[in-house]
């Protein structure tokens, strides 16, 4: 069954210090992932896909097909990215199967 | 800019009332969404439509329909709400591409603030 796993629920870490936020995902097609990030009193919304290889307010993420990962990571965390991410699966291969699969996020806390 | 509009922030309901969530967006996009948000489970489908008077159930739809009448609204309806259907809704939109009979979800979703329900 198709799956998105994030372990952590709550990821504390100091500001300045590297912050990898875990995505695991189960599909056996083609798999086109994202992430989309809730800011406190904010609406949910897109940061990044993993199709475009960019990097969006310093944070990166790289499709492991091998680990079924999509990892997001950013070398040194500021205070103002404290928020819950969530990592999101889009099922392709045609017919009925397009929709997001969430998984269950990972609030981020970035201590002064 | 995009903008999808949820008509109510906060509901309180009574168990057996029926509730009606509305969505409206007004970017023309073909695909509109119904997930429910609750700490430790994420986001979970309800519904979703690809089209006028087009629906598809999504992964929890029991206890739920939905209604798109008109391209832009995209309606959720608890027909008797219960004390489990007390959690966050959010409605969100997305443009399709392909074919109108397999319209993919380009991947953008674009999400509404919220509808906090409460069925006591």
């Known amino acids: 069954a198709q799956r998105v796993t994030q372990p952590e629920k709550l990821l504390s870490v100091f500001k300045g210090a590297p912050v990898e936020l875990k995505c695991n995902y189960s599909y056996s097609g083609s798999p086109e992932l994202f992430w989309y990030v809730q800011y406190s009193r904010q609406r949910l919304q897109l940061l990044l896909r993993h199709i475009s290889r960019e990097s969006i307010k310093g944070f990166t993420a790289d499709l492991n097909k091998g680990e079924t990962s999509f990892h997001l990571k950013k070398p040194f965390a500021q205070e103002e990215d404290s928020a819950m991410y969530y990592c999101?699966?889009?099922?392709?291969?045609?017919?009925?199967?397009?929709?997001?699969?969430f998984g269950t996020g990972t609030l981020l806390a970035v201590q002064p | 800019d995009v903008k999808v509009t949820q008509s109510s922030r906060y509901l309180v309901k009574r168990t057996g009332e029926k509730v009606f969530l509305e969505c409206v967006q007004d970017?023309?996009?073909?695909?509109m969404f119904w997930y429910r948000q609750d700490p430790g489970l994420g986001l979970r489908l309800i519904y979703f439509?690809?089209?006028?008077?087009?629906?598809e159930k999504g992964d929890i739809p029991e206890g739920y329909s939905v209604s798109r009448e008109k391209k832009e609204r995209f309606s959720l309806i608890l027909e008797s709400a219960s004390t489990n259907q007390t959690s966050m809704y959010l409605c969100?939109?997305?443009?399709?591409?392909?074919?109108?009979?397999?319209?993919?979800?380009?991947?953008?979703?674009?999400f509404g603030e919220g509808s906090r329900l409460t069925v006591l």
């Open positions: 439509s690809y089209d006028v008077k087009m629906k």
């Open positions: 970017m023309d996009h073909e695909n």
């Open positions: 999101a699966l889009d099922l392709l291969g045609g017919g009925a199967t397009n929709k997001l699969i």
């Open positions: 969100a939109s997305s443009s399709g591409a392909g074919a109108p009979h397999i319209r993919r979800n380009t991947g953008e979703l674009f």
